[in-house]
């Protein structure tokens, strides 16, 4: 059969990529055209467009390159017809996923999404369309099956979350290993995670580097995005004690003793590696200021959102001070406080629903396309 798949962020290409090798494994002779990033392509496939071309966020920055994204919608919709595929899979990315669905209802397209947008938190109002132009939803987090199903009447399938998987997967790398490959002392590593855009990392970075001296026993290592060129980093890094280390997140956060982690899914990514963190956002002004405006949840962390509670603490725009972090990082350096922080994060992946979001995503989807053949 053939699969269209859209994921247009870095979380996207990561979730894709473990969707494509299970799809692989109950459909081998499986014929894939996406929209991703590296990870998916080592599957295989037809890689269409990356998505650091498509990493456009806050509503200031979406306005400005309203051009390029109008141009993305009409080539992915004339990329599609030309491909015809039996089933088009999106993995979040709302803004331009939406859209499509749209128009691909209408010609006749199956449509299946795979990690629903957070309508929970903000446009509501966007669940009308999803339930007149997706055929199936399947959602990860655990509190949105009740949110979908019991609240607005449109059932869906909790396949669990699929970065259990994706970390339950990874071959780890030795902790001497990773050291001596990056020239890292023996003191204890605070990892770094300003995100994977270049607009929040701009923003971040510089914060989050404030509190190096301020830690004198530890080694601050920084999380570069597989999307950015190393070269975007060297200005961050002059006359500070840190080191970069790219696409290696998952084997910097296996070594980590704490982390300083830009909100978003990289969150909920630290709190499975039982890491303790501290959440810093700064936005865009008046995309934040917008955005305070029309969102109502009382946290912006998964972390948070799921366990409907403070676990972590969330340093937010101008709340995101280098004497905030600094206090906030001891306190998750102090060891009664880190024990309570690894039960609650025990709690948390229990909620989740374990390994295998993957393969039931992929059942499901061939079991229906088959189903309608």
């Known amino acids: 059969m053939n699969y269209y ?3 247009g962020e870095a979380s996207g290409d990561l979730h894709g990529s473990n969707l494509m090798k299970s799809l692989y494994k109950k459909d081998p002779k499986a014929s894939i055209r996406f929209w991703g990033g590296d990870l998916m392509q080592q ?3 037809t890689l269409v467009k990356h998505y650091r071309e498509l990493a456009f966020m806050g509503f200031v920055e979406v306005l400005f390159n309203l051009k390029v994204i109008m141009q993305n919608i009409a080539f992915c919709k004339k990329d599609i017809v030309d491909f015809n595929p039996d089933v088009l899979i999106f993995i979040d990315y709302p803004g331009f996923n939406m859209r499509i669905a749209k128009w691909a209802k209408k010609q006749g397209f199956k449509t299946h999404y795979y990690i629903s947008p957070q309508i929970w938190a903000w446009k509501e109002s966007r669940i009308q369309a999803i339930k007149r132009d997706f055929d199936t939803l399947y959602v990860i987090l655990p509190f949105e099956k009740s949110f979908y199903e019991d609240k607005h009447g449109f059932p869906v399938s909790f396949v669990g979350h699929p970065l259990i998987d994706a970390i339950h997967n ?3 790398i030795a902790a001497n290993d990773f050291r001596a490959q990056h020239q890292l002392s023996s003191k204890p590593i605070i990892a770094i995670l300003p995100g994977s855009r270049k607009q929040e990392i701009s ?4 914060v989050m580097l404030s509190v190096v001296d301020c830690f004198p026993d530890y080694q601050f290592v920084i999380a570069g995005a597989p999307s950015q060129e190393i070269s975007f980093y060297e200005p961050f890094l002059k006359d500070k004690k840190v080191t970069l280390v790219v696409n290696q997140t998952y084997d910097l ?7 300083l982690v830009t909100s978003g899914t990289a969150t909920l990514e630290t709190a499975l590696f039982k890491v303790p963190e501290v959440v810093c956002y700064k936005g865009n002004w008046i995309s934040y200021q917008i955005a305070k405006n029309i969102i109502t949840l009382k946290y ?7 366990m409907d509670k403070e676990v972590v603490k969330e340093l937010i725009q101008d709340a995101c001070t280098t004497q905030n972090i600094q206090l906030a990082l001891e306190k998750i350096l102090n060891p009664k406080h880190r024990a309570n922080l690894l039960q609650e994060y025990t709690v948390l992946e229990q909620l989740l629903g374990g390994v295998g ?4 995503v992929a059942d499901l989807i061939v079991a229906s396309c088959t189903k309608e053949k």
């Open 43 to 45: 599957q295989g496939g």
């Open 5 to 7: 798949i859209i994921a």
């Open 203 to 206: 923003k971040m970075l510089s």
């Open 357 to 360: 979001a993957s393969e039931k």
């Open 300 to 306: 912006i962390s998964l972390v948070n959102l799921i």
């Open 170 to 172: 990874r071959v780890p």
């Open 253 to 259: 956060l296996s070594q980590a003793t704490a982390a």
